[in-house]
């Protein structure tokens, strides 16, 4: 649980500590590749990871994990440029592309699904406490201590949690003999920076979507997972298996948790720059304002988690996925004179809504053979990361174009402060502007918003139907000695 926390946690810490970090060591070319660099890393790397973690058990994998997270810690707190700091995200990234996933496998495999379900809500509470302490604690550190602290705090927890892991947790793999799919890993990982790096360009090096260096990259990607297809058809112990693609639940959460979170965080990911902007608020108070959505999908995660062993989870998932349609469809009326305490409401209605999703690893685990539970998992947190990756870039671009072409508009009714209102693009109004254009500004603002939150809808009103393929199946509950005789077949992983 802690290296879980801090991989988290690092994200939003570093998020807050970036203009003291640009201030000392320059680079702004290289700015927006800070956070890149560190989610193609972790995402490149995650299914591979958890082929391993099948292949040569969790505990060792995912203290590699922790290892490469320690080492790309003190790397980045020691940098002595952007460069070199890139260089330490990357390798921060790698490791907390097991760490996630693994600490998902590594507690199913611990705990039967009983238990599992009754303590679900631990994990939402995971995710809850990042969001909660980021900006403060990236604000005590810089302000207080030094930027480079940010990294190297990681350096004795990662080593604690290593030591709780080794020592708490034992863990007998069945005797066999490993043969890992190199070809498919290299082939795999190629292919996702390929296609990765097409949204990442997009957004921090402005590339258009027909900018030549984008489609080669594209078509590089796609004939490199051709190639991932056909070696791994053949591969005698395969980096992703493809007969998963047969299984059902797996391909209906693999699609859930792209189209979902590709909505969900492309239309979230920017707003603080409405919080701020439109509503007026201070930076660290936007940034607490995403907390209702977390603490709606905690209590739904907790009572979903429960319901799962008496009541079909196709059932609890499209009752569930209506919720965020109702409540990408109220923030489509919002504006900019709409209440704060509104979009708190709002927030708390989405979050009730997505919070089941936390108990995706109780089905993916009780729908696949335990050989292949790390893969399975590591597959299915893959394509919520790429859905991420896109949602950021594709909606940022659809926002940008939205706010230019409002502002232009405006501009053309107001000519003689054409130039000016052009210019607050970036959200930045200056002191003495006439009150009445304020609120056109921020009328623009608004409306650009509002044009993500009907792509989110639309998305949403597809994640609901893709529930449906979900099967109409109850979590089965097994005895401690069932439980038991399982494990002692397939090597067993024990807290003690």
Do not use: C
């Amino acid at each position: 649980m802690i290296g879980v926390i801090f991989s988290e946690l690092d994200e939003t810490v570093v998020s807050t500590a970036m203009p003291t970090i640009l201030r000392d060591l320059g680079g702004l070319a290289l700015y927006g590749w800070v956070g890149g660099v560190y989610m193609l890393a972790m995402t490149s790397f995650m299914a591979v990871l958890g082929k391993l973690a099948d292949l040569y058990g969790r505990k060792k994998i995912y203290l590699v994990s922790m290892g490469l997270f320690i080492g790309g810690s003190i790397i980045s707190g020691l940098a002595p440029s952007m460069e070199m700091l890139l260089v330490g995200r990357g390798i921060q990234g790698i490791g907390a592309g097991g760490l996630m996933p693994l600490a998902m496998v590594i507690f199913g495999d611990t705990f039967p699904v009983e238990q599992r379900a009754k303590i679900q809500g631990l994990f939402g509470a995971v995710m809850f406490i990042p969001q909660l302490l980021g900006p403060l604690i990236g604000g005590i550190f810089v302000e207080h201590i030094s930027w480079h602290w940010i990294f190297l705090v990681n350096i004795p927890v990662g080593v604690l949690a290593a030591i709780i892991l080794s020592i708490g947790l034992q863990e007998t793999k069945a005797d066999r003999k490993v043969s890992v799919d190199w070809a498919g890993a290299i082939l795999l990982v190629a292919a996702l920076i390929s296609l990765l790096l097409t949204p990442v360009l997009h957004q921090t090096e402005g590339y258009a979507w027909t900018d030549p260096v984008i489609l080669a990259l594209m078509a590089l990607g796609a004939a490199l997972l051709v190639i991932f297809t056909f070696v791994e058809s053949r591969a005698k112990e395969p980096i992703l298996p493809l007969h998963l693609f047969k299984n059902r639940n797996f391909v209906v959460l693999s699609a859930l948790m792209f189209v979902f979170i590709l909505g969900l965080m492309g239309a979230f990911a920017s707003f603080p720059f409405f919080a701020q902007n439109v509503l007026g608020l201070a930076p660290t108070v936007a940034g607490y304002l995403s907390l209702p959505l977390m603490i709606g999908a905690i209590g739904a995660s907790v009572v979903a988690g429960r319901l799962m062993t008496k009541v079909p989870y196709r059932n609890i998932y499209i009752v569930s996925f209506l919720l965020p349609i109702i409540a990408f469809y109220l923030l489509t009326t919002t504006n900019a004179h709409t209440p704060i305490i509104t979009f708190i409401m709002y927030f708390i209605i989405l979050g009730l809504g997505f919070g089941t999703m936390f108990s995706n690893q109780l089905i993916v685990q009780e729908s696949v053979e335990k050989e292949h539970s790390g893969i399975a998992q590591s597959s299915i947190t893959l394509f919520q990361s790429i859905g991420m990756t896109i949602g950021f870039s594709v909606f940022g671009s659809v926002l940008a174009a939205n706010i230019t072409a409002g502002l232009k508009d405006l501009a053309s009714k107001v000519p003689e402060q054409a130039a000016a209102i052009v210019g607050m693009a970036t959200g930045t109004i200056p002191e003495g502007t006439d009150p009445s254009l304020v609120d056109q500004v921020k009328d623009v603002f608004a409306g650009a918003f509002n044009h993500l939150y009907w792509i989110a809808f639309i998305l949403v009103i597809l994640a609901f139907f893709i529930t449906w393929g979900l099967k109409k199946e109850v979590l089965k509950t097994t005895s401690t000695e069932e439980k038991q005789d399982d494990n002692d077949n397939v090597g067993p992983v024990k807290a003690v």
